[in-house]
C-alpha cells in the first residue's frame, strides 16, 4: 500500500512539473503592487519611464491595470501575455535592477509575481485579431476544491464551447495558477471597453437552451450545481480593473 502511495506521489508531481513546462503552452506572468501612501504619482511615473525604457518592444510588452472595487482597490497588476517558456529563460537581471533602484522606493507592498497557464479548453475569444487592451477587466478568482477540478473544467469548457455555438461577440480567458500560490486557483479574465450595454446581440434561444441543445438535455443545471460544489466556501470572488494607458506598452502616450 506505501508503494502504491508513493508511486502515486510521484505521477502526481510529474504531471504538475510537466504542467509548468509544456513547450505548447502560453502563460501569463503578473506582478502586483501597492505603493506607497501619497507616492501613488511617483510610483506611476516610474513604472511609465520602466515601461517606455524596457517594454516598448511588442515582444516583451507589459499592460498595467488598477484595481478599482473591492478590498484590493488601488492595487497596481502589471501583465505580461502570451509567453512561452522559453521566455521564462531569458536574462531580465538589467530590467529587474532598474525596477528595484527607480521604482522599487514608491513600494509600500510587493504582493508578489505569479505564473498562469491559458487554458484553451475554457477559453473563448470572437476576434483574437485585436490585441489592443481594453479599458476594463473583470477579473473572477475561483478556489476550486482538489475533489472538483474535473467538474469546474467541464462547466468551464461547455460554457466556452455554447459561447461558440452562440457567436457571441467577446472575450473570456481561464487561466489556471502554476506558480506563486495555491494550484487550484482558476481565473476567468473579461475585457470590455464600457460598462454600457446599449448594442446587445439578440439570440433566437436563451444560454440555458442552447448549452442544453449542445451537451444534452438538463445538463446545465446539473454541471452548475456541480460546479457550486467544487468551489470552496468562499470560492468565488469578483474584482473590476481599470486600464493604465501610461504605463501599458504601446498607449503611453496616447
Avoid at 78 to 89: I, N, T
Wanted: hydrophobic share 35%.
Amino acid at each position: 500500500m506505501k508503494r502504491v502511495i508513493l508511486i502515486s506521489m510521484a505521477l502526481l508531481m510529474c504531471n504538475v512539473l510537466v504542467g509548468q513546462r509544456n513547450d505548447n503552452s502560453k502563460y501569463w506572468i503578473t506582478f502586483e503592487y501597492k505603493a506607497k501612501e501619497g507616492m501613488v504619482q511617483k510610483f506611476m511615473e516610474a513604472a511609465a519611464e520602466k515601461t517606455t525604457k524596457f517594454n516598448s518592444n511588442p515582444d516583451h510588452s507589459m499592460m498595467t491595470y488598477r484595481v478599482i472595487t473591492g478590498r484590493n482597490s488601488g492595487t497596481f497588476v502589471r501583465v505580461q501575455s502570451s509567453k512561452s517558456p522559453a521566455d521564462f529563460d531569458k536574462d531580465r537581471s538589467a530590467e529587474g535592477e532598474y525596477w528595484n533602484e527607480n521604482v522599487g522606493k514608491y513600494i509600500g507592498e510587493n504582493i508578489g509575481r505569479k505564473h498562469w497557464v491559458l487554458l484553451d479548453s475554457g477559453s473563448y475569444n470572437s476576434d483574437p485579431e485585436n490585441t489592443t487592451p481594453k479599458k476594463f477587466v473583470e477579473w473572477r478568482s475561483f478556489d476550486v476544491k482538489p475533489s472538483g477540478i474535473l467538474h469546474f473544467r467541464r462547466f468551464m469548457y461547455r460554457i466556452a464551447k455554447t459561447l461558440e455555438k452562440r457567436e457571441v461577440e467577446g472575450t473570456r480567458f481561464l487561466y489556471r495558477l502554476v506558480s506563486g500560490g495555491n494550484r487550484n486557483l482558476f481565473v476567468v479574465v473579461m475585457p470590455f471597453d464600457t460598462f454600457k450595454r446599449s448594442n446587445q446581440q439578440e439570440f433566437e434561444n436563451s444560454f440555458r437552451d442552447d448549452y442544453n441543445e449542445l451537451h444534452g438535455y438538463g445538463t446545465f443545471d446539473e454541471d452548475q450545481a456541480n460546479f457550486d460544489n467544487s468551489l470552496e466556501n468562499w470560492g468565488e470572488m469578483i474584482e473590476t480593473l481599470q486600464l493604465e494607458p501610461s504605463m501599458t506598452t504601446g498607449m503611453m502616450n496616447k
